[in-house]
């Protein structure tokens, strides 16, 4: 089938933001329907909430305390998420949890004998800080957004006290193999902590930069996780979803503000917004796939249904994909613009599409909520990174672009 499509971005992205993940969805739909149209609504300045204070208010979080689920019985993608959000919450835990571990090695501290860990400590502060332009990290650290903080998160751990620490008390090369490893999970860790939900970064690049820093530093790769990484995962594994909220509260509310700001305007006074994405969709006849992102996925949702439900159905849409959406949890809320509080999907409403990644805590199913099972079907994929990075990967992934192909070739 000849399709059209148009993409609708999601809270808090504006016009630079807005044009990098563009370039991914473009670059990902003309790879499957290289003879498509491929547009974009962008609606971030024009209808985008503006942050009016500095974030005062906010509270300092406090830390939270819970149980978590036995390592045996978790699989491996979550086993992961949580490393990792441990990671991102505090990057030199690792490093400062090694040189409490001890070593049974007799050797240490003996005149005339050279650590091992001080080899570790001159490999890192001999890397490069500007990777080349051919060089493979360089150009990971480029597609995930993480290349401008690199030469500055590079000497931060480098010459943190947590990583002195380790390399003084590494006396084997055993040790210096699991300061390496940590070291390199530190350096890729702070740099998505500084980056946060700008970073676009899956768990497989993600890996991949630890591996090739890991490699640099004397490593041979991840290997097995070294006895501070199996004692951080079992803490990991009992981080609640409120710690990991408090921790980045003031990220959401500060830096971040846009994409709360901008779905409460939207929900005060949205009808400029629908206005927009109507003339868009309808400015031309051939058949139309609808694909939005976050909040844009809500304000599709709206106008399909709206357009439906006045009996103007919007007929060239053959398809509405929803990626990381709200609408779902709005219509369980009875907060859905676009339809009363539990009414079903009026006639006229086009095949729906909505992907989630089950760590993305602003993605919901759509099939159990609106019960039209012939018309809204619901996909999982895994970008295999912690909230929030993980609402934002989904546009690097295939697993997307192919399951919205297979859906297109269905219809027909």
Not at 7 to 25: A, I, M, P, Q, S
Not at 36 to 47: F, N, R, V
Not at 227 to 234: D, S, Y
Not at 316 to 330: D, E, F, M, Y
Request: glycine content about 10%.
């Amino acid at each position: 089938m000849d399709v059209r499509f148009v993409w609708v971005h999601g809270t808090g992205v504006r016009r630079e933001r807005h044009d990098h993940l563009f370039g991914l969805v473009r670059e990902g739909l003309a790879a499957r329907f290289p003879q498509a149209e491929i547009t974009s609504c962008y609606w971030g300045d024009d209808h985008g909430a503006r942050l009016a204070s500095s974030g005062a208010s906010v509270p300092v979080p406090r830390a939270g305390r819970a149980g978590g689920d036995s390592l045996a019985t978790v699989p491996p993608t979550e086993l992961a998420v949580a490393e990792w959000q441990l990671l991102v919450t505090d990057p030199l835990c690792e490093l400062r949890l090694l040189p409490e571990l001890g070593t049974d090695d007799e050797t240490l501290g003996m005149p005339g004998v050279r650590a091992a860990g001080a080899e570790v400590a001159d490999l890192m502060a001999g890397l490069p800080h500007r990777p080349a332009d051919d060089d493979e990290l360089g150009g990971l650290l480029r597609s995930t957004c993480l290349v401008g903080a690199y030469a500055e998160t590079l000497d931060l751990v480098a010459q943190s006290e947590e990583f002195e620490a380790a390399c003084a008390a590494a006396s084997d090369q055993a040790a210096a193999r699991e300061v390496v490893a940590a070291a390199a999970r530190a350096v890729v860790a702070q740099l998505l902590a500084e980056a946060g939900e700008s970073a676009l970064c899956t768990g497989d690049e993600r890996d991949r930069m630890v591996d090739i820093l890991t490699s640099r530093l004397g490593g041979t790769g991840r290997g097995a996780v070294g006895r501070a990484g199996g004692v951080l995962l079992r803490l990991g594994m009992r981080l609640t979803t409120q710690p990991a909220l408090n921790h980045w509260r003031g990220s959401i509310t500060t830096r971040s503000v846009p994409a709360v700001g901008d779905i409460l305007r939207y929900q005060a006074r949205g009808g400029p917004l629908r206005d927009s994405l109507t003339r868009h969709i309808t400015a031309a006849d051939e058949p139309t796939v609808v694909l939005g992102h976050s909040l844009g996925g809500i304000a599709l949702v709206d106008v399909l249904a709206l357009a439906a439900i006045s009996q103007e159905p919007l007929r060239n849409v053959r398809l509405l994909v929803t990626v990381g959406s709200q609408a779902p949890l709005l219509h369980e809320l009875g907060a859905l613009t676009g339809l009363p509080p539990g009414a079903s999907l009026p006639p006229g409403f086009p095949r729906w599409l909505n992907i989630y990644d089950r760590a993305d805590l602003l993605a919901y199913l759509a099939e159990p909520v609106f019960t039209a099972p012939s018309r809204v079907a619901d996909h999982e994929v895994a970008s295999r990174q912690p909230f929030p990075v993980c609402h934002s990967a989904y546009w690097k992934l295939d697993a997307v672009y192919d399951r919205i192909a297979k859906e297109i070739e269905e219809l027909g």
